[in-house]
T-cell receptor, first 113, second 115 residues
Framework: QQQVKQSPQSLIVQKGGISIINCAYENTAFDYFPWYQQFPGKGPALLIAIRPDVSEKKEGRFTISFNKSAKQFSLHIMDSQPGDSATYFC????????????FGTGTKLQVIP | DGGITQSPKYLFRKEGQNVTLSCEQNLNHDAMYWYRQDPGQGLRLIYYSQIVNDFQKGDIAEGYSVSREKKESFPLTVTSAQKNPTAFYLCASIWDRDRHRGEQYFGPGTRLTVT
């Protein structure tokens, strides 16, 4: 029930294309859904996040779509660039006496010129 | 600049030796976390600490130990009891006021190799 399932495991997109990464969760107690971007050899960094009372959030080329009834959310990267090549983690969090964050297994994105 | 520092970046140890990974933050964050990252498995929580002198086991605490003597510091010791210690270790912190937001700040990580 604590799992966050992420797909695909890897993704290759042409420059200028749309990258789409999907996540699904079971626990309805999750109340915050961040996405993290990680470059090789670095720590993850928060990219964008959404609360379950919002169906979509856009920041620049990055958009989160959230479907509360289906318990699914996705990250769309528009006009993908080679600099977007990284591993992306979806996550879901709630407060269980401490801030507990459950991460997906990650998607390795490669944007080819 | 505020942030989280982890040292060293790369660490090599022989099997059977304990090793301590450093994590320091100057963000004035209350809560700190240690995660382990393995290929294809995402991030798994080892230990967390919400305040000084208090810490709790996460999902995979066996073979690890921590201390929190100062707000800024949360070192992780990988003991010889950890069966498969080779991994990328990440330290993170969160501002207490963000406790309901899940926005964690991560350090650059330490890659530990045990042979």
């Amino acid at each position: 029930q604590q799992q966050v399932k992420q797909s695909p495991q890897s993704l290759i997109v042409q420059k200028g294309g749309i990258s789409i990464i999907n996540c699904a969760y079971e626990n309805t107690a999750f109340d915050y859904f961040p996405w993290y971007q990680q470059f090789p050899g670095k720590g993850p960094a928060l990219l964008i996040a959404i609360r379950p009372d919002v169906s979509e959030k856009k920041e620049g080329r990055f958009t989160i779509s959230f479907n509360k009834s289906a318990k699914q959310f996705s990250l769309h990267i528009m006009d993908s660039q080679p600099g977007d090549s990284a591993t992306y983690f979806c996550a879901a969090s709630t407060f269980w006496g401490y801030q507990k964050v459950t991460f997906g297994t990650g998607t390795k994105l490669q944007v080819i010129p | 600049d505020g942030g989280i520092t982890q040292s060293p970046k790369y660490l090599f140890r022989k099997e059977g030796q304990n090793v301590t990974l450093s994590c320091e933050q100057n963000l004035n964050h209350d809560a700190m976390y240690w995660y382990r990252q393995d290929p294809g498995q995402g991030l798994r929580l080892i230990y967390y600490s919400q305040i000084v002198n208090d810490f709790q086991k996460g999902d995979i605490a066996e073979g690890y130990s921590v201390s929190r003597e100062k707000k800024e510091s949360f070192p992780l010791t990988v003991t010889s009891a950890q069966k498969n210690p080779t991994a990328f270790y990440l330290c993170a912190s969160i501002w207490d006021r963000d406790r309901h937001r899940g926005e964690q700040y991560f350090g650059p990580g330490t890659r530990l190799t045990v042979t």
